[in-house]
């Protein structure tokens, strides 16, 4: 069966009767949760069946922002509670090797708990490089400020994900970590030059250019095209993202309802397109908005299809792992990087 190039979220804990008709008649190539969608394990687990189910899809992703920290939508008291990033990039100032350790080992326990419920991607790494004076937006969200040791740390969580058979998705490509701006309610523009840009911001994602799914930033970057966000520029996903940074997996925007796009709901999800992502993003369960960005959202085909195919083909069977032992060696690495901090 085709599917249409967008993600999807849902309102509830179960479908209403209108998103059953709308996934079965648009036909939605994935679905995203959030904490509005998350009260128990077994409750998770038949929502995210019934989602595959109603979509006659069984392999159908499934998507969710489990970072830890301030981004976790599944948490206490059915599910534990993981660092920040900005913790594994401490300890790694400390020990390079411990800090690459504990980033793999918590990406490895949240595969596990994720892989449980039968969600099959998480919305990590993250390879922004955060500068002093931007939004806490990101924040501790961050590995850090320095682009290999950004770089490297997002390699581990992305092999402790992989390992635990969920696929990463690469944000922001190419960049949120200088936006002054929260583009939930705001476009932020970043002004430096694009020589620095390549340097820092664009530099974090070269290394992990062959993950198999990148999510965009809502970010102008005027060195590039100071007209438009990179999730609508055809400039900065050609020669930017594409080309300098070399990503060719799959490419989806961030939440096309957020307010740092301009236009309708309908007017945001073409210019997507145009410029280049392979598949739009709509998170906020609002079922009016689902049916205009489903509106304007062409079948999955082309190229687009073929990296559709191609990240949904690398997930991997979970290795052997002992969850116990991986959360007692993680919290002792923890303790360790506050005991360094304090």
Same mark, same amino acid.
């Given at each position: 069966?085709?599917?249409?190039?967008?993600?999807?979220?849902?309102?509830?804990?179960?479908?209403?009767?209108?998103?059953?008709?709308?996934?079965?008649?648009?036909?939605?190539?994935?679905?995203?949760?959030?904490?509005?969608?998350?009260?128990?394990?077994?409750?998770?687990?038949?929502?995210?069946?019934?989602?595959?189910?109603?979509?006659?899809?069984?392999?159908?992703?499934?998507?969710?922002?489990?970072?830890?920290?301030?981004?976790?939508?599944?948490?206490?008291?059915?599910?534990?509670?993981?660092?920040?990033?900005?913790?594994?990039?401490?300890?790694?100032?400390?020990?390079?090797?411990?800090?690459?350790?504990?980033?793999?080992?918590?990406?490895?326990?949240?595969?596990?708990?994720?892989?449980?419920?039968?969600?099959?991607?998480?919305?990590?790494?993250?390879?922004?490089?955060?500068?002093?004076?931007?939004? *806490?937006?990101? !924040? +501790?969200? %961050?590995?850090? =400020?320095?682009?290999?040791?950004? $770089?490297?740390?997002?390699? @581990?969580?992305?092999?402790?994900?992989?390992?635990?058979?969920?696929?990463?998705?690469?944000?922001?490509?190419?960049?949120?970590?200088?936006?002054?701006?929260?583009?939930?309610?705001?476009?932020?523009?970043?002004?430096?030059?694009?020589?620095?840009?390549?340097?820092?911001?664009?530099?974090?994602?070269?290394?992990?250019?062959?993950?198999?799914?990148?999510?965009?930033?809502?970010?102008?970057?005027?060195?590039?095209?100071?007209?438009?966000?990179?999730?609508?520029?055809?400039?900065?996903?050609?020669?930017?993202?594409?080309?300098?940074?070399?990503?060719?997996?799959?490419?989806?925007?961030?939440?096309?309802?957020?307010? *740092?796009?301009? !236009? +309708?709901? %309908?007017?945001? =999800?073409?210019?997507?397109?145009? $410029?280049?992502?392979?598949? @739009?993003?709509?998170?906020?369960?609002?079922?009016?908005?689902?049916?205009?960005?489903?509106?304007?959202?062409?079948?999955?085909?082309?190229?687009?299809?073929?990296?559709?195919?191609?990240?949904?083909?690398?997930?991997?069977?979970?290795?052997?792992?002992?969850?116990?032992?991986?959360?007692?060696?993680?919290?002792?690495?923890?303790?360790?990087?506050?005991?360094?901090?304090?």
């Amino acid at each position: 069966m085709t599917t249409r190039a967008f993600i999807t979220g849902v309102s509830r804990t179960e479908l209403t009767a209108a998103e059953r008709e709308f996934i079965r008649a648009d036909r939605p190539w994935g679905f995203i949760l959030f904490k509005r969608n998350i009260e128990t394990p077994a409750q998770v687990t038949a929502l995210v069946a019934e989602l595959r189910s109603v979509a006659d899809a069984p392999d159908a992703p499934v998507l969710i922002d489990q970072e830890g920290g301030r981004v976790q939508r599944l948490g206490p008291p059915h599910w534990p509670i993981y660092p920040p990033g900005a913790v594994f990039g401490a300890l790694y100032d400390a020990d390079s090797a411990l800090g690459l350790t504990a980033a793999r080992l918590s990406a490895r326990l949240i595969a596990a708990d994720l892989a449980d419920l039968g969600i099959t991607v998480d919305c990590l790494p993250l390879a922004d490089v955060p500068v002093l004076g931007a939004d *806490a937006v990101i !924040g +501790n969200r %961050a590995y850090g =400020t320095a682009p290999d040791k950004v $770089a490297a740390i997002a390699r @581990a969580v992305t092999d402790g994900l992989e390992q635990g058979g969920i696929l990463p998705v690469l944000k922001h490509i190419p960049g949120h970590g200088r936006a002054t701006a929260d583009t939930h309610f705001k476009l932020p523009t970043v002004d430096a030059p694009r020589d620095e840009l390549e340097r820092t911001d664009f530099a974090a994602f070269k290394p992990l250019a062959d993950l198999p799914m990148a999510m965009t930033a809502h970010v102008v970057f005027s060195a590039v095209d100071p007209a438009h966000p990179a999730t609508t520029s055809a400039t900065m996903i050609a020669q930017v993202i594409r080309h300098a940074i070399g990503f060719q997996g799959l490419l989806m925007s961030d939440d096309v309802s957020m307010n *740092a796009l301009a !236009g +309708n709901l %309908a007017e945001r =999800t073409r210019a997507i397109f145009a $410029a280049g992502c392979d598949m @739009a993003l709509h998170c906020n369960g609002n079922i009016e908005e689902m049916r205009d960005v489903a509106s304007q959202t062409p079948e999955l085909s082309g190229l687009a299809l073929k990296r559709a195919n191609t990240a949904l083909a690398a997930r991997k069977a979970p290795q052997p792992f002992d969850r116990a032992a991986a959360r007692a060696e993680l919290d002792g690495l923890i303790a360790r990087a506050n005991t360094a901090s304090a």
